[in-house]
T-cell receptor
Framework: GQNIDQPTEMTATEGAIVQINCTYQ??????LFWYQQHAGEAPTFLSY??LDGLEEKGRFSSFLSRSKGYSYLLLKELQMKDSASYLC??????????WGAGTKLIIKP | NAGVTQTPKFQVLKTGQSMTLQCAQD?????MSWYRQDPGMGLRLIHY???????DQGEVPNGYNVSRSTTEDFPLRLLSAAPSQTSVYFC??????????????FGAGSRLTVL
Protein backbone atom coordinates (compact mmCIF):
# COMPACT_ATOMS: atom_id res chain seq x y z
CA GLY A 1 0.00 0.00 0.00
CA GLN A 2 0.92 3.64 -0.26
CA ASN A 3 1.84 5.51 2.89
CA ILE A 4 3.02 8.95 3.98
CA ASP A 5 4.26 9.41 7.55
CA GLN A 6 4.85 12.69 9.34
CA PRO A 7 4.73 13.64 13.02
CA THR A 8 1.32 14.62 14.33
CA GLU A 9 2.43 17.66 16.28
CA MET A 10 5.58 19.68 16.97
CA THR A 11 6.30 22.64 19.21
CA ALA A 12 8.99 25.26 18.64
CA THR A 13 9.98 28.68 19.94
CA GLU A 14 9.65 31.96 18.08
CA GLY A 15 12.92 32.82 16.33
CA ALA A 16 14.18 29.22 16.35
CA ILE A 17 14.54 26.61 13.60
CA VAL A 18 12.31 23.56 13.17
CA GLN A 19 12.56 20.56 10.86
CA ILE A 20 9.41 18.63 9.89
CA ASN A 21 10.10 15.18 8.50
CA CYS A 22 8.12 13.17 5.97
CA THR A 23 8.75 9.57 4.93
CA TYR A 24 6.91 7.89 2.12
CA GLN A 25 6.26 4.59 0.40
CA UNK A 26 4.41 5.00 -2.87
CA UNK A 27 3.87 3.30 -6.21
CA UNK A 28 6.29 5.37 -8.24
CA UNK A 29 7.38 8.93 -7.66
CA UNK A 30 6.72 12.10 -9.62
CA UNK A 31 7.56 14.67 -7.00
CA LEU A 32 6.91 15.69 -3.42
CA PHE A 33 4.93 18.71 -2.30
CA TRP A 34 4.68 20.66 0.94
CA TYR A 35 1.57 22.70 1.68
CA GLN A 36 0.80 24.99 4.62
CA GLN A 37 -2.67 25.05 6.14
CA HIS A 38 -3.71 27.55 8.81
CA ALA A 39 -6.57 26.45 11.05
CA GLY A 40 -9.92 26.82 9.30
CA GLU A 41 -8.31 27.74 5.98
CA ALA A 42 -7.36 26.07 2.71
CA PRO A 43 -3.95 24.51 2.08
CA THR A 44 -1.51 26.73 0.19
CA PHE A 45 1.52 25.56 -1.81
CA LEU A 46 4.96 25.90 -0.24
CA SER A 47 7.40 23.79 -2.21
CA TYR A 48 7.95 21.06 -4.79
CA UNK A 49 10.92 18.66 -4.99
CA UNK A 50 11.46 16.11 -7.73
CA LEU A 51 15.27 15.79 -7.64
CA ASP A 52 17.45 14.98 -4.64
CA GLY A 53 18.73 17.92 -2.71
CA LEU A 54 17.75 21.10 -1.00
CA GLU A 55 15.42 23.77 -2.40
CA GLU A 56 15.54 27.09 -0.57
CA LYS A 57 12.81 29.69 -0.65
CA GLY A 58 13.34 32.47 1.85
CA ARG A 59 12.90 31.22 5.41
CA PHE A 60 11.62 27.87 4.16
CA SER A 61 13.71 25.06 2.66
CA SER A 62 12.71 21.59 1.53
CA PHE A 63 14.97 18.57 1.15
CA LEU A 64 14.44 15.33 -0.73
CA SER A 65 16.20 11.96 -0.77
CA ARG A 66 14.45 9.64 -3.21
CA SER A 67 16.61 6.63 -2.32
CA LYS A 68 15.55 6.93 1.33
CA GLY A 69 11.93 7.90 0.65
CA TYR A 70 12.47 10.94 2.85
CA SER A 71 11.88 14.66 2.83
CA TYR A 72 11.98 17.45 5.35
CA LEU A 73 10.71 20.99 5.53
CA LEU A 74 13.01 23.40 7.37
CA LEU A 75 11.59 26.59 8.78
CA LYS A 76 14.04 29.23 10.00
CA GLU A 77 13.54 32.36 12.13
CA LEU A 78 10.16 31.11 13.23
CA GLN A 79 7.35 33.63 13.50
CA MET A 80 4.03 33.29 15.30
CA LYS A 81 2.27 33.30 11.91
CA ASP A 82 4.07 30.02 11.08
CA SER A 83 1.73 28.25 13.50
CA ALA A 84 -0.14 25.99 11.10
CA SER A 85 -0.36 22.44 9.83
CA TYR A 86 2.18 21.35 7.24
CA LEU A 87 1.04 18.74 4.73
CA CYS A 88 3.39 16.44 2.84
CA UNK A 89 2.09 14.93 -0.42
CA UNK A 90 3.71 12.63 -2.96
CA UNK A 91 2.67 12.32 -6.61
CA UNK A 92 2.68 8.65 -7.58
CA UNK A 93 3.27 6.97 -10.94
CA UNK A 94 -0.33 7.75 -12.00
CA UNK A 95 0.15 11.44 -11.14
CA UNK A 96 -2.22 11.09 -8.20
CA UNK A 97 -1.37 12.85 -4.94
CA UNK A 98 -1.00 10.78 -1.79
CA TRP A 99 -1.32 12.98 1.31
CA GLY A 100 0.10 12.67 4.77
CA ALA A 101 -2.13 13.51 7.75
CA GLY A 102 -0.21 16.72 8.37
CA THR A 103 2.02 18.05 11.16
CA LYS A 104 0.53 20.67 13.45
CA LEU A 105 3.27 23.17 14.34
CA ILE A 106 2.79 25.20 17.50
CA ILE A 107 5.00 28.27 17.95
CA LYS A 108 5.52 29.57 21.47
CA PRO A 109 6.78 33.07 22.30
CA ASN B 1 -9.04 37.16 -10.07
CA ALA B 2 -11.19 35.10 -7.69
CA GLY B 3 -9.27 31.79 -7.98
CA VAL B 4 -11.36 28.85 -6.73
CA THR B 5 -14.76 29.72 -5.26
CA GLN B 6 -16.66 27.23 -3.15
CA THR B 7 -20.18 27.55 -1.78
CA PRO B 8 -21.66 27.15 0.76
CA LYS B 9 -19.05 27.64 3.47
CA PHE B 10 -21.16 25.88 6.10
CA GLN B 11 -24.08 23.47 5.76
CA VAL B 12 -26.07 21.29 8.16
CA LEU B 13 -28.07 18.42 6.69
CA LYS B 14 -30.29 15.71 8.05
CA THR B 15 -29.59 12.09 7.20
CA GLY B 16 -31.05 11.25 3.81
CA GLN B 17 -31.12 14.78 2.46
CA SER B 18 -29.31 15.67 -0.74
CA MET B 19 -27.31 18.75 -1.60
CA THR B 20 -24.78 20.17 -4.03
CA LEU B 21 -21.48 21.83 -3.17
CA GLN B 22 -20.57 24.34 -5.84
CA CYS B 23 -17.05 24.95 -7.14
CA ALA B 24 -15.99 27.43 -9.79
CA GLN B 25 -12.54 28.54 -10.97
CA ASP B 26 -11.61 31.41 -13.24
CA UNK B 27 -8.01 30.40 -14.01
CA UNK B 28 -8.80 28.23 -17.07
CA UNK B 29 -7.50 25.17 -15.22
CA UNK B 30 -8.08 21.84 -16.93
CA UNK B 31 -7.82 19.76 -13.76
CA MET B 32 -10.38 20.02 -10.96
CA SER B 33 -10.88 17.81 -7.95
CA TRP B 34 -12.81 17.35 -4.74
CA TYR B 35 -11.20 16.29 -1.45
CA ARG B 36 -12.52 15.64 1.99
CA GLN B 37 -10.47 16.35 5.10
CA ASP B 38 -11.11 14.54 8.36
CA PRO B 39 -9.22 14.86 11.67
CA GLY B 40 -6.11 12.71 11.84
CA MET B 41 -6.27 11.76 8.18
CA GLY B 42 -4.70 13.06 5.02
CA LEU B 43 -6.75 14.71 2.32
CA ARG B 44 -8.72 12.05 0.48
CA LEU B 45 -9.66 12.41 -3.18
CA ILE B 46 -13.37 11.94 -3.92
CA HIS B 47 -13.65 12.67 -7.65
CA TYR B 48 -11.59 14.50 -10.21
CA UNK B 49 -11.81 15.81 -13.77
CA UNK B 50 -9.10 16.38 -16.37
CA UNK B 51 -11.31 18.48 -18.62
CA UNK B 52 -14.88 19.36 -19.56
CA UNK B 53 -16.98 16.23 -20.04
CA UNK B 54 -14.44 13.96 -18.30
CA UNK B 55 -14.72 12.80 -14.69
CA ASP B 56 -13.23 9.93 -12.73
CA GLN B 57 -13.39 8.42 -9.27
CA GLY B 58 -10.83 9.00 -6.58
CA GLU B 59 -10.16 7.12 -3.38
CA VAL B 60 -13.55 7.63 -1.67
CA PRO B 61 -16.26 8.19 -4.34
CA ASN B 62 -19.19 6.32 -2.78
CA GLY B 63 -22.17 8.54 -2.00
CA TYR B 64 -20.98 11.38 -4.23
CA ASN B 65 -21.58 12.39 -7.85
CA VAL B 66 -19.85 14.97 -10.02
CA SER B 67 -20.22 16.47 -13.46
CA ARG B 68 -18.06 18.80 -15.54
CA SER B 69 -20.14 20.50 -18.22
CA THR B 70 -17.82 23.52 -18.46
CA THR B 71 -14.15 24.15 -17.77
CA GLU B 72 -15.06 26.53 -14.94
CA ASP B 73 -17.54 24.52 -12.85
CA PHE B 74 -17.26 21.23 -10.97
CA PRO B 75 -20.17 20.64 -8.57
CA LEU B 76 -20.18 17.82 -6.01
CA ARG B 77 -23.53 16.19 -5.26
CA LEU B 78 -24.32 14.26 -2.09
CA LEU B 79 -27.09 11.89 -3.06
CA SER B 80 -28.40 10.81 0.36
CA ALA B 81 -26.38 12.34 3.18
CA ALA B 82 -25.05 10.10 5.95
CA PRO B 83 -23.34 11.07 9.24
CA SER B 84 -20.10 9.53 7.85
CA GLN B 85 -20.07 12.35 5.28
CA THR B 86 -19.61 14.95 8.01
CA SER B 87 -16.34 16.54 6.96
CA VAL B 88 -14.62 19.57 5.47
CA TYR B 89 -14.69 19.51 1.68
CA PHE B 90 -12.15 21.24 -0.54
CA CYS B 91 -12.30 21.86 -4.25
CA UNK B 92 -8.90 22.22 -5.91
CA UNK B 93 -7.73 22.94 -9.44
CA UNK B 94 -4.51 23.07 -11.46
CA UNK B 95 -3.27 23.64 -15.00
CA UNK B 96 -1.87 20.26 -15.84
CA UNK B 97 -3.12 16.97 -14.43
CA UNK B 98 -0.32 14.86 -15.82
CA UNK B 99 2.55 17.00 -14.73
CA UNK B 100 4.79 16.45 -11.78
CA UNK B 101 4.60 20.16 -11.06
CA UNK B 102 0.84 19.95 -10.57
CA UNK B 103 0.42 22.74 -8.01
CA UNK B 104 -3.10 22.78 -6.66
CA UNK B 105 -5.08 25.92 -5.88
CA PHE B 106 -7.68 25.19 -3.21
CA GLY B 107 -11.03 26.75 -2.50
CA ALA B 108 -11.76 28.04 1.01
CA GLY B 109 -13.54 24.84 2.02
CA SER B 110 -17.09 23.79 2.89
CA ARG B 111 -17.83 22.46 6.37
CA LEU B 112 -20.65 19.93 6.21
CA THR B 113 -22.42 18.42 9.21
CA VAL B 114 -24.87 15.57 8.76
CA LEU B 115 -27.16 14.91 11.72
Amino acid sequence: GQNIDQPTEMTATEGAIVQINCTYQTSGFNGLFWYQQHAGEAPTFLSYNVLDGLEEKGRFSSFLSRSKGYSYLLLKELQMKDSASYLCAVMDSNYQLIWGAGTKLIIKP
Amino acid sequence: NAGVTQTPKFQVLKTGQSMTLQCAQDMNHEYMSWYRQDPGMGLRLIHYSVGAGITDQGEVPNGYNVSRSTTEDFPLRLLSAAPSQTSVYFCASSYSPGSGANVLTFGAGSRLTVL
